[in-house]
T-cell receptor
Framework: DTAVSQTPKYLVTQMGNDKSIKCEQN?????MYWYKQDSKKFLKIMFS???????INETVPNRFSPKSPDKAHLNLHINSLELGDSAVYFC????????????FGPGTRLTVL | QKEVEQNSGPLSVPEGAIASLNCTYS??????FFWYRQYSGKSPELIMS????GDKEDGRFTAQLNKASQYVSLLIRDSQPSDSATYLC??????????FGTGTRLLVSP
């Protein structure tokens, strides 16, 4: 059983398009996260939700909008994609926000052409 | 100053040797510290967590924490080629989030 799953695994799209990435966790955790890992492998938090409530919103462009329909799901919608959005996006979850072990999904490699 | 700093490497060690990975952090209120391993093209996976000063051992891995010096390290004994990966240090900054270092690439040669 996959603990944290993401779809799609790969996403190739043109500049200006809108795309979504979905994440689901079956660990019963209360907190979910979105991270962006750039070409230099730097992993940076974008958003965090605790029980469907947004608790962390880093300096991310407004084109990125997370949505958490329930505490097991956290989706990421990106409008007007730009070349600089190309990266690997990881979803993660933990029982407690920040202080607890985070479990990562397999990642979504987004390529914007 | 970066919040979490690691030497990017690569750190090259021969098989069977001890690999020593180091990490420094800037926020004195940090309470939770994690080492993640990331193979190329894969997601980070937890190796060790440590919360109090001193050493914590788990198999071939030992995490060491010194809060006074704001320093956390990971020792890998009897290094194997399968240990070749990027090791990410992560620190809880007290704002309900983890801050990751840029990672140290470890290469273990047979």
């Amino acid at each position: 059983d996959t603990a944290v799953s993401q779809t799609p695994k790969y996403l190739v799209t043109q500049m200006g398009n809108d795309k979504s990435i979905k994440c689901e966790q079956n660990l019963g955790h209360d907190t979910m996260y979105w991270y962006k890992q750039d070409s230099k492998k730097f992993l940076k938090i974008m958003f965090s939700y605790n029980n469907k409530e947004l608790i962390i919103n880093e300096t991310v462009p407004n084109r990125f909008s997370p949505k958490s329909p329930d505490k097991a799901h956290l989706n990421l919608h990106i409008n007007s994609l730009e070349l600089g959005d190309s990266a690997v996006y990881f979803c993660a979850s933990s029982q407690v926000a920040g202080t607890d072990t985070q479990y990562f999904g397999p990642g979504t490699r987004l390529t914007v052409l | 100053q970066k919040e979490v700093e690691q030497n990017s490497g690569p750190l090259s060690v021969p098989e069977g040797a001890i690999a020593s990975l180091n990490c420094t952090y800037s926020d004195r209120v940090s309470q939770s510290f994690f080492w993640y391993r990331q193979y190329s093209g894969k997601s980070p996976e937890l190796i060790m967590s440590i919360y109090s000063n001193g050493d914590k051992e788990d198999g071939r891995f030992t995490a060491q924490l010194n809060k006074a010096s704001q320093y956390v390290s990971l020792l890998i004994r009897d290094s194997q080629p399968s240990d070749s990966a990027t090791y990410l240090c992560a620190v809880n900054t007290g704002f309900q989030k983890l801050v990751f270092g840029t990672g140290t690439r470890l290469l273990v040669s047979p």
